[in-house]
């Protein structure tokens, strides 16, 4: 406890300009922390909410006509692989 400012030798705080109960201090200290970490959970979460989300295959198994991880892939003469239902309907028009 004397890293936070508590008196070991008497259930009193030294610290914040006066002395209360250590339950009460120590209390306040951990609601404290739990609003900080809160806070930066939150800040976390909207910065995560921004960034695209991780796919769970590689990239390879996406087709990219329509940006969806492959059923039924094709491969073209151009090398690439496509969803054999978007890439037919794209020659298709």
């Known amino acids: 406890f004397n890293h936070?400012?508590?008196n070991r030798d008497c259930e009193t705080c030294?610290?914040?300009g006066g002395a209360e109960p250590r339950s009460a201090w120590y209390l306040n200290f951990l609601l404290q922390m739990a609003a900080a970490a809160?806070?930066?959970a939150g800040n976390t979460a909207r910065r995560n909410s921004l960034l695209p989300t991780p796919r769970e295959h590689p990239p390879s198994f996406y087709c990219p006509i329509s940006q969806q991880c492959m059923h039924d892939?094709?491969?073209l003469a151009d090398g690439h692989?496509?969803?054999r239902?978007?890439?037919?309907?794209?020659?298709?028009e």
């Open 38 to 40: 809160a806070t930066a």
């Open 81 to 83: 692989s496509y969803e």
């Open 85 to 92: 239902s978007y890439i037919s309907r794209w020659l298709d």
């Open 14 to 16: 030294v610290g914040g």
């Open 4 to 6: 936070f400012g508590l």
């Open 73 to 75: 892939p094709v491969v």
